[in-house]
């Protein structure tokens, strides 16, 4: 999406242009010894962003969720959630706008190596990495003075030159790739070769009892004390692998759930969203679609409903989880002294995962023969399983749609900004203003007192910030700070275009039809009223200020019979299915021509046999 620039205009404008926790004796017994407590400056707070990953809009009990999520919700209680707050509709580029309040087609990530077409490679804005045009966080903060830290999932490109360590972190143990394994060093099977975690820039190896939401946060904390003498504000950004698929958790966490779920996805659905309206997330009243891509749960046999069951059981592990570990690390740093000073921003990094991985049958085989897929082993060590459309349309409760769609269930997420000691962010609100990833750059050094860099750095000229600070939405401002602002996305050929409260969107197969509809998401977040024929002079204004996003942003129409499903299959075989069927053939060519060698041998040796059996013979006779 395209916000306005706080200072100046930008090329991300539209314009007619192309301008409660305790401290324990076990947690002091987890962590290292703690250094004299040096707190920061009252002008510098730390700053924490913790980044779930592939966490819908209700899937946080604050927002309206069953799960089980309390350390979360207590940072919502000691901050303001926002209500109407957007990212991408996947990971990648949401990550970059994050980074660096640049939006994502300027940023590098005008799609992801996993979706984009051959036809789009190398094309401007197509870097399918975060390109060297922009200025991260990290870079901003650490000029200023700032520690720098990160843990867990990058996916920002795996090259030297693009991992944590080179783009101002000063120290990381990330992943580059998409995702991979919650309980052992193993990739995605079939998506890549390996688990491509890093530490400051070289192969590292995780440890024998790795979980991945204790380790990344465990790894922040020893990041934290080993320079905690410098005195220095740190900047804290932690990047959880749950909930991306594979859906693994702690077998303790799996039974908190063993009684629930037994009614299905579309009664969870409603019972979120009656949930969210009780809390005033959601407006009372609104409309709520069933999605047709949403499976009827009437028609599963007792099996299917078995493992369907599973699966959301150890979805709500997995999130509990992290909650968990999330909760461990504000107990660190309420007993460091440094809970008081410190900005907390949760989010995710884009709404529920709908891929169901067993949908082709050459899946179904090849999942089943690396992994225990059995109904009793779902999440645990050695599984591989997904939530898939049906309970992916209950984390995006209320809204309509999911990952990858630009509906708002994919596009819409939960986000907290929390600063415990600081009443500048008001504690216990809710916002309803239009916000978006891209401003949250800007929030964070707005907070800590830290210039931006406008449009150059180190002499060189650099993508300018195209996010506004949210700090008067969070000091109780109505509204938001974007007006009436035109805001432009596209990924995948899947677009949107916000203005007020109104939203222009398009969706391309298999979730849409690629027709353009307008939605007014004041009264209709659900996007069940299309008001493109009731409003025609609206409608139309919207779709020329799309125009004008993508002519400014250099968005590429996408190939015919174009979607990101097909795409993602199409780069596992590319990747990883090709190159294991060639190794296979080369296997079994060279047995099949081991076995003809044996054969035709046998048989020389047989006709010598033969011919020596007949000259005896002869001299006999």
């Not at 700053?47 to 009990?61: E, M, P, Q």
């Not at 169901?356 to 109904?375: A, C, E, M, Q, V």
């Not at 275009?497 to 977040?525: E, H, M």
Request: hydrophobic share 40%.
């Amino acid at each position: 999406m395209t916000a306005r620039v706080a200072a100046g205009e930008g090329p991300g404008r539209i314009v007619r242009c192309h301008s409660a926790f305790v401290v324990t004796l076990a947690l002091l017994a987890a962590t290292p010894a703690l250094a004299q407590t040096s707190p920061a400056s009252p002008r510098h707070p730390n700053i924490v962003i913790l980044l779930a990953d592939d966490w819908g809009f209700s899937d946080v009990g604050s927002f309206g969720s069953e799960i089980a999520t309390p350390n979360i919700d207590a940072l919502a209680k000691a901050g303001t959630r926002f209500s109407n707050f957007h990212v991408a509709g996947s990971c990648s580029p949401t990550r970059a706008m994050l980074q660096t309040g640049v939006m994502n087609h300027r940023n590098g990530l005008g799609n992801m190596p996993e979706t984009i077409p051959d036809a789009h490679r190398g094309k401007p804005g197509y870097d399918t990495v975060m390109n060297v045009r922009v200025v991260t966080i990290a870079q901003l903060l650490k000029a200023a003075g700032y520690r720098t830290y990160l843990t867990g999932k990058w996916h920002l490109g795996s090259d030297p030159a693009r991992l944590p360590h080179a783009r101002g972190y000063d120290r990381a143990y990330s992943l580059a790739d998409a995702g991979a394994d919650n309980f052992e060093q193993r990739p995605i099977e079939g998506m890549y070769a390996t688990a491509a975690w890093t530490e400051n820039g070289k192969p590292a190896t995780l440890p024998r009892d790795y979980y991945s939401s204790h380790f990344v946060v465990q790894k922040m904390i020893d990041y934290i004390e080993a320079d905690r003498a410098s005195g220095k504000p740190f900047l804290a950004s932690i990047n959880f692998l749950a909930n991306h698929i594979p859906v693994q958790a702690p077998d303790s966490d799996i039974a908190r759930y063993a009684a629930m779920y037994r009614d299905g996805w579309t009664a969870l659905r409603e019972a979120r969203a009656k949930r969210a309206e009780a809390l005033g997330i959601m407006p009372a009243g609104m409309p709520i679609v069933t999605m047709r891509t949403t499976p009827d749960w009437r028609k599963l046999d007792a099996d299917e409903r078995a493992a369907q069951i599973r699966v959301m059981q150890a979805y709500g592990g997995m999130a509990t989880a992290m909650d968990r570990e999330i909760g461990r690390f504000v107990a660190h740093l309420k007993a460091t002294g440094d809970y008081e000073n410190t900005v907390f921003v949760f989010l995710s990094d884009n709404g529920a995962e709908p891929t169901n991985p067993f949908s082709r049958t050459i899946n179904r085989l090849f999942l089943g023969s690396k992994y225990d897929i059995s109904t009793a082993n779902i999440g645990r060590r050695g599984s591989f399983s997904a939530v898939g459309p049906g309970w992916a349309s209950a984390s995006a409760s209320p809204l309509s749609g999911y990952k990858f769609t630009a509906s708002e269930g994919g596009l819409r997420v939960p986000l907290i900004i929390a600063w415990p000691g600081n009443p500048k962010v008001r504690a216990g609100a809710i916002n309803s203003g239009l916000a978006h990833v891209t401003d949250l750059l800007p929030t964070l050094t707005d907070l800590a007192g830290v210039p931006s860099h406008g449009a150059s750095w180190d002499g060189k000229a650099v993508e300018p910030v195209t996010g506004r600070s949210l700090v008067p939405m969070l000091s109780g401002a109505e509204g938001s700070v974007h007006g009436d602002a035109p805001i432009g996305y596209e990924l995948s050929g899947n677009a949107a275009l916000f203005r007020g409260d109104y939203k222009l969107t398009r969706n391309l197969a298999p979730t849409g039809d690629g027709k353009w509809r307008l939605f007014d998401l004041k009264s209709d977040p659900g996007e069940a009223r299309d008001l493109s024929v009731a409003l025609p002079d609206r409608f139309a204004a919207m779709q020329a200020d799309y125009a004008a996003y993508a002519k400014a942003n250099g968005v590429l129409d996408m190939p015919a019979g174009y979607t990101a499903d097909d795409q993602i299959n199409q780069y596992a075989w590319e990747h990883q299915g090709k190159p294991r069927a060639i190794k296979a053939g080369l296997v079994l060519g060279g047995v099949l021509s081991l076995m003809s060698a044996l054969v035709w041998r046998w048989l020389r040796r047989r006709r010598a046999r033969r011919v020596d059996q007949a000259k005896t013979d002869m001299v006999g006779a």
